[in-house]
């Protein structure tokens, strides 16, 4: 397959690595960078399958900025839904392009991990099964993919375990132990189940790969950043110095705000959502947040 990877961050550049396995694959950044076969953005725009790594809250302004369709089919490869309107990444992206041609990839991967070629199982879902198949069939042999139709499933479960994932970091940066952060984790499990199920999202999908798979992989690792931000939270840091250390996404943050928004209009309740959103929005003490969430 012709493929080209939009996005050179950790991600791109994994998904960079996998695709080159067994096709033929070039890399497109806004920032130049020395990696062989880096593409002006023309180049990758005219390549038929795109793998899309822009992290969740850009990807509205880059597609109304560079984007032009020229029939590519699209795998998006971002796990976030965008703070400013609580849009779902399959809004933004269905509305530059039908979602016969987009596919969603989700699942327990972390890039680091990925890219030395250790052994991986994916999702692949899209409306098109045949176009998620064919995604799916062009991974290298390292990683495993699944397929499935249910992409608001996929989308709410990659977005919200980076949420919970914070929580948990809060929860063990607080030495609250074992036994809390199992209780955080499965409680969170309900929690994004439910609420994608308020969105049309199939139940099972939350205990796939892209769900439960996913959830547990970041929610208990200081591989995730998501759950070093919430490390962070519990020694007292402040947001600002917390992203600074990162210097990379962390698409929780920006995530547990829409996930708040979305709840106060539709009327979810998303208590560790929720105490996500109090701590990082409005510097609750983390220690009370707990308090609350047991209470
Ligand atoms: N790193 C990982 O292990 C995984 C990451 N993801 C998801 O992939 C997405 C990208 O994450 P990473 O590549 O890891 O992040 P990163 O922090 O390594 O890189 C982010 C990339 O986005 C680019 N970028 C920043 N602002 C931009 C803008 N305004 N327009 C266009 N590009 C912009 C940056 O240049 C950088 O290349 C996120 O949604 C993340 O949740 C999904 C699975 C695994
Ligand atoms: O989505 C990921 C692994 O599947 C990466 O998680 P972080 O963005 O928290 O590092």
């Known amino acids: 397959?012709?493929?080209?990877?939009?996005?050179?961050?950790?991600?791109?550049?994994?998904?960079?690595?996998?695709?080159?396995?067994?096709?033929?694959?070039?890399?497109?950044?806004?920032?130049?960078?020395?990696?062989?076969?880096?593409?002006?953005?023309?180049?990758?725009?005219?390549?038929?399958?795109?793998?899309?790594?822009?992290p969740a809250q850009f990807v509205r302004s880059w597609l109304e900025k560079y984007f032009e369709d020229r029939g590519q089919k699209i795998l998006v490869a971002a796990k976030g839904i965008e703070t400013a309107t609580g849009a779902f990444l399959n809004d933004i992206y269905g509305e530059f392009v039908p979602q016969q041609r987009l596919a969603y990839i989700s699942g327990p991967s972390f890039a680091a991990e990925v890219v030395q070629s250790l052994p991986t199982a994916l999702m692949i879902s899209s409306v098109n099964l045949e176009l998620a198949r064919t995604f799916s069939d062009a991974l290298p042999n390292y990683i495993k993919g699944y397929i499935s139709d249910d992409i608001i499933g996929a989308e709410v479960s990659g977005a919200y375990k980076n949420v919970?994932?914070?929580?948990?970091?809060?929860?063990?940066?607080l030495g609250l132990g074992n036994?809390?952060?199992?209780?955080?984790?499965?409680?969170?499990?309900?929690?994004m189940t439910r609420f994608g199920e308020a969105f049309g999202a199939h139940s099972e999908t939350f205990l796939s790969l892209g769900g439960a798979g996913d959830l547990f992989l970041t929610a208990s690792s200081t591989l995730s950043r998501n759950y070093r931000v919430g490390l962070g939270l519990a020694k007292g840091k402040k947001?600002?110095?917390?992203?600074?250390?990162?210097?990379?996404?962390?698409?929780?943050?920006?995530?547990?705000?829409?996930?708040?928004?979305?709840?106060?209009?539709?009327?979810?309740?998303?208590?560790?959502?929720?105490?996500?959103?109090?701590?990082?929005?409005k510097g609750k003490d983390p220690r009370q947040s707990v308090r609350d969430l047991l209470g």
């Open 1 to 54: 397959m012709k493929m080209a990877v939009i996005g050179a961050g950790k991600w791109g550049q994994a998904l960079y690595h996998a695709f080159s396995q067994k096709n033929d694959v070039v890399i497109h950044s806004r920032t130049p960078r020395e990696i062989e076969n880096f593409v002006s953005l023309d180049e990758a725009l005219s390549r038929e399958y795109q793998v899309m790594a822009i």
């Open 164 to 173: 919970i994932a914070i929580a948990s970091g809060v929860c063990d940066g």
């Open 179 to 191: 036994n809390a952060r199992a209780a955080l984790i499965s409680r969170g499990l309900v929690e």
């Open 239 to 281: 947001m600002d110095e917390i992203l600074k250390e990162l210097g990379e996404v962390a698409e929780g943050v920006g995530t547990s705000k829409a996930l708040q928004k979305i709840a106060e209009k539709k009327g979810i309740y998303l208590p560790i959502a929720s105490e996500v959103y109090a701590m990082i929005e």
